[in-house]
Nanobody, 120 residues
Framework: QVHLVESGGGLVQPGGSLSLSCAAS????????MAWYRQPPGKQCELIAE???????NYAPSVKGRFTISRDAAKDAVTLQMNGLKPEDTAVYYC??????????????WGQGTQVTVSS
């Protein structure tokens, strides 16, 4: 079982910054890709940033240049640094990881979500 624990959400003014963190724990063999998704109010969940074990990154066009994903491979942790926040970035943000466990093989795992609200 893989547990993903997120932290760092909150309320910020437009143009401000926030950093989200997520760490994996539990009984698993290896964590592969890690990513951040978000679900704005009334909209579908969308992938916004992902990072591989060898630190290759990919961003959604809506956040490229403003958000930075990074990874601590030794701790199986991922951080999303969000700068230049806009009201349309308001959403619940979810940490996601592909991991191999001894029980169920390679599968997708999700954090509980953390609210980010951008408002003046």
């Amino acid at each position: 079982q893989v547990h993903l624990v997120e932290s760092g959400g909150g309320l910020v003014q437009p143009g401000g910054s926030l950093s989200l963190s997520c760490a994996a724990s539990g009984n698993y063999y290896r964590v592969y890709n890690m990513a951040w998704y978000r679900q704005p109010p009334g909209k579908q969940c969308e992938l916004i940033a992902e990072i591989s074990r060898d630190f290759n990154t990919n961003y959604a066009p809506s956040v490229k240049g403003r958000f930075t994903i990074s990874r601590d491979a030794a701790k199986d942790a991922v951080t999303l640094q969000m700068n230049g926040l806009k009201p349309e970035d308001t959403a619940v943000y979810y940490c996601n990881a592909m991991a191999h466990t001894f029980v169920s093989g390679t599968s997708e795992h999700w954090g509980q979500g953390t609210q980010v609200t951008v408002s003046s």
